[in-house]
């Protein structure tokens, strides 16, 4: 194990901002600088030129003419004036008073925004640092946050959690404060607690809205994963319950971290794409596991009588009554009584992903299709959804499908006009060969409309490597990581450190209660509309479905 000062390598040195970012444009890549053009904002490209030769001087011919293309491609599209955000992360050092965080539900989510935030269990540490797999964590930014209270109706689940809370092992060499941690019975009891500052929400999605509701009466500070809530009128009840309360709420969805969407907000606004029509995006996997097919385990006992070890009515919470099953204990992602299916579980990430960039916000209408066609296990929610948004004040239609049978990539695609902008762990930009805007630079040569005008990698010349399936959909969706000053970060913990940050300091967070209230509107009219099976409308003026 290492020890103290070999936890506090490097931690002071600061990479060159940056450094391994890469914006390409067509032609050659040049990190000399000699095209004149900011590191920020144009690197490596990608050439629709055809070799001249191979000898040298034809080469270095070659050579001076990809540097001249890419400039005038550059000076073409605006981006020799482009200046990307630049993240102070790794620079800040969270001072103040210890903030006070209490975990609600403390399952696989649970214990993954816990390590987010600083927390991890004494054997994972010792797993990881034999596997030498333990550096990335270490060198995150200490948050200085306690976690000081866990509930969870699964006496295993609230152990692992105590286990975690109490380690004293944190990022950034910095030493754990000696706080006590409480175990709740009720996460009512939680709130009542005034030792307790702020509350993350990681329980089963129909537990969310009135948990909300209810940290934000009692003044907590609100972290909650997706999805925002189940129903039109949970949603109404939440929002007025934050807004009037004060409480910083962030919703779950850390994509918005990704250095990716953040550069792609930006080359969109530059109207490199022209006018946008249609955005296609999608989901795609084909595993048990991915179908929410989960391990059930074997020591979950809800009998009364016995050793009780799940609370299973305080677990069902306003659902309809069922006798206790371990299978819904776990899968409760494939019934309607908790859940949302694909919509809530898949549709929410790809939903948040494009408002991010465009800021959408609620479609006027909204029409979903589908069904059960694979797997046959006596679930509710389809393993095939088709779901279609239309934003006509926008002249936008947002197209979704989602398939638990195919694992086959299908993209996440922004259409303009002019240009077309692939989106997933990286940026793709290619020129439409009717393009308006690009049409005498592709009658005279300079763009190549069968090759990627721009493309965008932020973690450039960098393995990423990942273990499972499920973390390799993760990743190539921007899920897991990013790369922030040539250094990757996962983005769970960017998203957490944001709401700290807004806590702390003031200001709004990128996922809060208004942009949930769009989200969990567009995703509660997609449920409805398959549910029903006909089109359902936003009210704009009543402020609900019809």
């Given at each position: ?13 600061i ?10 444009v067509?032609?050659k ?15 490596k ?29 550059v ?7 482009m ?27 649970g ?6 935030l ?42 692992n ?23 709740y ?6 709130l ?19 948990m909300?509701v ?10 909650c ?40 907000r ?29 391990h ?7 009998k ?15 659902a ?13 992602t ?10 809530g ?5 790809e ?24 797997w ?19 002249d ?8 638990l049978?195919?694992?086959r990539?299908?993209g ?5 006009h ?26 005279s ?23 499972s399936?499920s ?23 960017l ?42 409308e ?5 402020r609900?479905?019809?």
């Amino acid at each position: 194990m290492n020890d103290h000062n070999d936890k506090n390598r490097n931690k002071n040195t600061i990479p060159e901002k940056n450094a391994g970012n890469e914006m390409n444009v067509q032609g050659k890549s040049d990190k000399t600088g000699k095209s004149g053009i900011s590191r920020r904002t144009v690197v490596k490209a990608l050439a629709g030129i055809p070799v001249l030769g191979l000898f040298g001087h034809q080469l270095l011919k070659k050579r001076n003419y990809d540097l001249e293309k890419r400039e005038a491609v550059v000076k073409k599209l605006g981006l020799d004036t482009m200046d990307f955000p630049v993240s102070d992360y790794g620079t800040r050092r969270h001072g103040g008073d210890l903030l006070r965080v209490g975990i609600i539900g403390y399952g696989a989510r649970g214990n993954q925004l816990a390590r987010s935030l600083g927390f991890m269990h004494p054997d994972e540490v010792k797993r990881r640092h034999e596997l030498g797999d333990l550096d990335e964590w270490l060198e995150q930014e200490y948050l200085n946050v306690a976690i000081t209270g866990i509930c969870d109706v699964f006496d295993m689940h609230t152990e692992n959690g105590m286990a975690v809370a109490q380690n004293d092992i944190r990022p950034g060499g910095q030493d754990a404060p000696k706080l006590p941690v409480k175990r709740y019975g009720h996460y009512r009891e939680m709130l009542d607690d005034k030792d307790i500052d702020a509350v993350i929400i990681a329980t089963p999605d129909h537990h969310h809205g009135q948990m909300t509701v209810d940290a934000a009466k009692a003044g907590k500070h609100i972290y909650c994963e997706k999805t925002v809530a189940n129903t039109e009128k949970e949603m109404n009840e939440l929002y007025n319950a934050v807004k009037e309360s004060g409480v910083v709420y962030q919703l779950g969805h850390q994509i918005t971290q990704n250095v990716i969407y953040q550069q792609a907000r930006e080359l969109i606004k530059r109207d490199i794409l022209g006018k946008i029509t249609l955005v296609q995006t999608t989901s795609n996997r084909n595993t048990a596991h991915g179908a929410w097919i989960r391990h059930l385990d074997g020591q979950g006992n809800p009998k009364p009588g016995s050793e009780q070890t799940i609370d299973w009515m305080q677990w069902l919470g306003k659902a309809p009554y069922t006798p206790f099953s371990i299978e819904r204990f776990y899968n409760w992602t494939l019934y309607f009584d908790y859940a949302t299916g694909l919509i809530g579980q898949l549709f929410t990430h790809e939903f948040d992903a494009i408002n991010q960039i465009l800021r959408l916000g609620i479609p006027k209408t909204v029409t979903s299709s589908g069904g059960t066609y694979f797997w046959k296990d006596g679930r509710d929610m389809a393993d095939l959804l088709h779901i279609v948004l239309e934003y006509p004040n926008r002249d936008l239609t947002l197209l979704y499908s989602g398939s638990l049978a195919s694992s086959r990539g299908r993209g996440r695609v922004i259409m303009g006009h002019d240009a077309s902008m692939e989106i997933g762990n990286n940026i793709m930009i290619n020129a439409d060969r009717n393009s308006t805007q690009y049409q005498e630079a592709i009658q005279s040569g300079l763009i190549d409309p069968s090759a990627p005008m721009i493309t965008y990698n932020p973690g450039a010349g960098q393995v990423d490597a990942v273990t499972s399936a499920s973390e390799r959909y993760y990743a190539t969706r921007g899920l897991t990581t990013t790369t922030i000053n040539g250094r990757r970060v996962d983005v769970t913990h960017l998203h957490l450190r944001e709401w700290i940050n807004c806590i702390r300091d003031g200001g709004v967070p990128s996922v809060n209660v208004d942009i949930a209230f769009d989200e969990g509107i567009a995703c509660v009219m997609a449920q409805r509309a398959y549910v029903e099976k006909r089109v359902v409308e936003w009210d704009d003026v009543a402020r609900k479905i019809v």
